[in-house]
């Protein structure tokens, strides 16, 4: 069996709650609960076949729900409420009692559940249980979900690919932070160990779910027609960031090599790219894929907003590298770089795409 | 449904992992486990019927047990690994394959979770989860439990008795923080309290088992053929603490108010009580009761050792209440009283008794 915790562990969303915690910093990903909730009730409407299957959907039996990667709140809560009043209701529609629900609160064993359980609303209409792990592991026993969802979660990698880190390696990043989409060994290696992750985080959930259970999954992904990640707002993040770390290496502050070994462990593959590793992945059918629709698209580049989000994603793996020590210089730079480009992240960041898939467990 | 995160939540151990956290000062709690070990592999061999319920315990469906009370390890890791194994013994012994193993650590929302989950040894033959809540409440979906185990949690009362604290009842507790077993009302109150909580635990216990899981009790109790809770060793242990804690009070470190106000919520039954409130819960045929054989029992009383302990479990309660500034004073005081009372300790703390229950969830 798999252990559930000897896993690298890597980059838990930044803990507590205070002014710079993911708890007060993650609105733009609650944007994407909130964009998500119309997917999720028509998901469950049409595609959770429970009238066909009231052997595996047993309303006396519990109906258990995993959120992958589910940080520490609030987003979570949101999208569990979400998931359990419309299953209720589809049980109702079918003229069945309504089951009790177990909900899993999955993340790495660093994230802060001490957080997210005091955070689960007191009146919840389910039974909570945290599950500690990485989700590209077995972390739930077979057969034991009716439901899994993953929010935001799954661009990041379980490790840097290790040809990137490697000097003697065509894929070498040097003076970058991340891929932009020009380099092609880099490129190449961040895609292969996005389908190795991707392919092992599918065959776990296979495991994990019952046959006709479904998987909702929300991701940012490349947007349409879109070679070049760089040109996407997610790239060019992701590129100021570099750049904000080059910038405190010159003023001496961190070296240039300690910014050379720092890569950020995410992909976000194009929609035709992840179609193909389900495909040959072979445990779900999928039902249904699109674009969010996310409100904060129609709103103007908030910079503030902006780099306290990004702050409360990367504390913990900036700190793990560079020091907690750089963190507010980093961030003031980092700050008066958006600033500097705002045209271009008002018109950019528009035009990212955030996915939405809805795969059926297959009943083999 | 029961909610899970509402309940008043109380007195959970010392968190963290420095030299006064729980998790380095329970030894005792240790040796309850050891003392346990054997009952365990006794009451699973002997009272675990898999080979008649192989509907109930399929070996192909997950095999579920929960720790009440885990606190943050690593006692509870322990006990998990003794049932793991000796369920997957039973199973090999009537040629069934070995189920996988879902364990649920249980304990209040303010239970350090992140240390008890980092905790679990990277090679643990299960899968984990924390369920967090009291269990004086459901904290589990129906039937979604073969096994539950419950030690040295079950003194501790869901709340303190009303009366108690009630200047104008006759069960008013002045000057002490708890019962020594002369005042009757005061002992009543705390009688009726802990009828009330363990009538709550074995009913949602109950509700959370499958019929013919067992549900494996260790807990101090009152030793045969004593009444005075204050003749015991932790009614002493009790007693120190209240006259360190009125020592405090007569130096004007704090009020004498906030002695009277504070008491501690514990109750140690008699074994005649205990059977009592199970014959009336109804949900539950007792299989094998008796007393654990503690192996530190045969060692010399250590003060010290005692002192950390008793800090560890109380630190929580006695913060809460006092403020964490009293608590290195206070200790001082403490541990020269243990030492003073040497003798009696080195007697008495032998004769103290420490139940296991074996029961087993009715069919009905």
């Given at each position: 069996m798999a252990p559930t915790t000897n896993i690298k562990e890597a980059h838990p969303m930044k803990g507590g709650d205070d002014p710079n915690s993911y708890v007060q910093n993650s609105s733009y990903q609650k944007g994407v609960i909130d964009a998500a909730k119309e997917i999720i009730i028509e998901a469950v409407t049409q595609h959770?076949?429970?009238?066909?299957?009231?052997?595996?959907f047993d309303p006396s039996k519990p109906f258990s729900i995993g959120d992958f990667g589910c940080s520490t709140g609030p987003n979570t809560y949101f999208a569990?409420?979400?998931?359990?009043?419309?299953?209720?209701e589809k049980y109702k529609s079918i003229k069945q009692p309504k089951p009790e629900f177990h909900v899993f609160f999955n993340d790495h064993v660093n994230n802060d559940f001490n957080i997210l359980f005091r955070g689960i609303p007191p009146n919840s209409d389910y039974f909570a249980a945290g599950v500690p792990g990485s989700f590209?592991?077995?972390?739930?026993?077979?057969?034991?979900?009716h439901l899994a969802h993953c929010s935001y979660a799954l661009h990041w990698l379980s490790q840097?690919?290790?040809?990137?880190?490697?000097?003697?390696?065509?894929?070498?990043?040097?003076?970058?932070?991340?891929?932009t989409g020009t380099e092609k060994y880099v490129v190449k290696a961040y895609f292969d160990q996005f389908q190795r992750d991707m392919d092992v985080f599918l065959t776990s959930r296979a495991l994990e779910l019952?046959?006709?259970?479904?998987?909702?999954?929300?991701?940012?992904g490349l947007p349409s027609g879109e070679t070049m990640f760089t040109m996407t707002g997610a790239g060019l993040l992701h590129a100021i960031l570099g750049s904000s770390l080059m910038e405190l290496a010159k003023s001496g502050i961190?070296?240039?090599?300690?910014?050379?070994?720092?890569?950020?462990?995410?992909?976000?593959?194009?929609?035709?790219?992840?179609?193909?590793?389900?495909?040959?992945?072979?445990?779900?059918?999928?039902?249904?894929?699109?674009?969010?629709n996310h409100p904060m698209k129609?709103?103007?580049?908030?910079?503030?907003?902006?780099?306290?989000?990004?702050?409360?994603?990367?504390?913990?793996?900036?700190?793990?590298?560079?020091?907690?020590?750089?963190?507010?210089?980093?961030?003031?730079?980092?700050?008066?770089?958006?600033?500097?480009?705002?045209?271009?992240?008002?018109?950019?960041?528009?035009?990212?795409?955030d996915f939405f898939l809805v795969l059926k467990r297959k009943f083999h």
């Open positions: 959770l076949d429970l009238e066909n299957n009231l052997t595996t569990m409420q979400n998931i359990v009043e419309v299953v209720a590209y592991s077995r972390v739930l026993p077979k057969g034991s979900l840097v690919p290790k040809e990137i880190q490697d000097k003697n390696s065509p894929a070498y990043n040097k003076g970058k932070i991340h891929y019952v046959g006709g259970g479904l998987l909702i999954i929300q991701m940012p961190i070296s240039e090599e300690s910014v050379d070994s720092f890569n950020l462990p995410q992909y976000h593959p194009s929609m035709e790219e992840l179609g193909k590793v389900i495909e040959r992945n072979n445990n779900f059918t999928v039902e249904k894929v699109g674009i969010l129609d709103l103007p580049f908030d910079v503030q907003r902006t780099s306290l989000q990004v702050r409360a994603v990367m504390d913990m793996i900036l700190t793990e590298h560079f020091g907690e020590h750089i963190l507010d210089q980093l961030f003031v730079i980092y700050t008066r770089k958006l600033q500097e480009n705002y045209d271009v992240f008002d018109k950019q960041i528009r035009k990212d795409a």
